[in-house]
């Protein structure tokens, strides 16, 4: 059995199925992946196809077969000329068939007899030199030449007779149809004018769809919906207020949890400084120092936690210079006594949240340094996304355990250095700011041996 697209077909089907899969694929290449533009081609389509179908029946049936009997009629026109002159003779029927010939709107020359000129080329695609030559020869049967392209809006037929040559000038609209070009520009305006509905209609009714998008992505990232209200459609203004209930609902518990925290903080803050005052009643001594120090570890523990809870959700997104945001991270870091460099490639001005994002670039950076001796800090702005790179040559953090780091209060006791002081929050709070822009990070193994950290974030 084989599997195709969940069903199972037999295997002997599947020869058959690659012919398929190759239109499918190159359709999917080269058709537009636009809402609009697919649209568009459903309703263009099928009435080119139809157009198509319907002009070659035309030209094919209605077209061909009148110009044949429009031919077929001046052929027999012809016909009853060369026959009177069959059966009559004298000067005076000359004048007689000169006379028959004017009544059929047909201009008539007698000439003397000699031969007749060569064949004219034959055009491929002139019906009327084809069907006429056809009629000619199987109804008059006699010598004839024919010219349809020496004068396009007349035909000069010339038949031998026994004595003389008859020359016939017709209008070339008596031997085919000459109004087809009606039904062809009816045809293409009433097509145009359909297509012109189309297009205004489908881009009203899709205008809401890319608002309605473009609103779920600047909340992605973080930024305010400006102007943003349902319409279009009965479905697309009930996704739009499913969206809009849904960002509703988020604000609300954000506000909540920050709210909550901010009375927590407050509590917690009053002990820690009742604890302070205590210790500082004592003489000091190794046991005092010691509880000093678990004091001071619970408030910066306390005040990570309250920044990764309340997230970076006041902040508006403004412009931020990015290249001079990783020059200053240079010097907070080489306190900590790492070797740090920088280096920004593109246009460094991109719209972020700018405490936020150095928060978290603070964070990923003092991390780096704590651990090892050499940063590097890459940046780059390409059309769509912001990208950070920064490398390490510390111990790195094993592959099994790069996701588990990003938990709260996470610590790894065998592969980071565990003197140093933390709360295990850094990593939790540089991806909490990068997703709310939109992005993400993802930790890979470094150049230099430890840990790189890159960060990308939509613009």
């Known amino acids: 059995m084989v599997n195709f697209k969940g069903v199972s077909l037999p295997r002997w089907l599947s020869p058959l199925l690659a012919p398929y899969r190759f239109v499918a694929g190159w359709l999917h290449r080269h ?48 016909r009853a000329v060369v026959t009177m002159d069959e059966e009559f003779s004298g000067q005076k029927i000359d004048e007689q068939l000169k006379i028959v010939a004017g009544s059929m709107s047909l201009s008539l020359a007698i000439l003397p007899l000699e031969p007749l000129p060569p064949p004219k080329p034959k055009p491929f695609f002139d019906l009327v030199d ?69 297009v205004l209609f489908l881009r009203n009714q899709i205008r809401p769809i890319v608002q309605l998008a473009n609103a779920a992505e600047r909340f992605g990232k973080g930024r305010e919906l400006v102007e943003f209200r ?5 479905e697309v203004r009930k996704a739009a207020l499913a969206f809009m209930d849904m960002r509703r609902r988020i604000e609300r518990h954000v506000d909540q949890r920050t709210t909550m925290l901010a009375g927590v903080s407050h509590d917690l803050r ?51 210079d990015v290249a001079l945001m990783l020059e200053d991270l240079e010097v907070e870091a080489e306190v900590v006594g790492a070797q740090v460099s920088s280096h920004f490639e593109g246009d460094p001005n991109v719209i972020l949240k700018a405490q936020s994002f150095r928060r978290c670039l603070l964070n990923l950076v003092s991390n780096a340094a704590r651990h090892g001796k050499t940063v590097r800090m890459q940046g780059n702005r390409t059309d769509d996304w912001l990208v950070v790179t920064i490398d390490d040559d510390g111990p790195g953090i094993p592959p099994e355990e790069r996701e588990n780091v990003f938990r709260p209060f996470l610590r790894l006791d065998t592969s980071r250095n565990q003197d140093t002081v933390g709360s295990g929050l850094g990593l939790a709070i540089a991806r909490d700011i990068v997703r709310s822009h939109g992005g993400d990070i993802f930790l890979r193994e470094a150049p230099l041996g430890g840990l790189r950290v890159r960060l990308r974030v939509p613009i």
Request: glycine share 2%; net charge positive.
């Open 230 to 234: 349902p319409h279009g459609a009965r």
């Open 130 to 198: 084809r069907y006429m030559s056809r009629q000619i020869a199987t109804t008059i049967d006699k010598p004839f030449w024919i010219d349809t392209i020496g004068n396009s809006r007349f035909v000069e037929i010339r038949i031998q007779m026994p004595d003389k040559t008859l020359k016939f000038v017709a209008r070339r609209s008596q031997a085919h149809a000459s109004n087809s070009h009606i039904f062809i520009v009816w045809m293409v305006a009433t097509s145009f004018v359909l297509v012109t509905i189309a």
């Open 31 to 78: 058709l537009p992946k636009g809402l609009y533009s697919r649209a568009l081609l459903i309703i263009i389509m099928p009435m080119v196809i139809l157009q198509s179908v319907l002009a070659f029946a035309f030209m094919e049936r209605h077209y061909d077969l009148v110009t044949q009997r429009l031919s077929q009629a001046v052929v027999k026109q012809i």
């Open 270 to 320: 009053t002990i820690l400084t009742r604890f302070r005052l205590q210790l500082a009643l004592f003489e000091d001594s190794p046991e005092v120092q010691a509880l000093r120090d678990d004091v001071d570890e619970m408030s910066r523990m306390l005040e990570d936690y309250l920044s990764f809870s309340k997230g970076s959700q006041q902040e508006q997104p403004t412009q931020v």
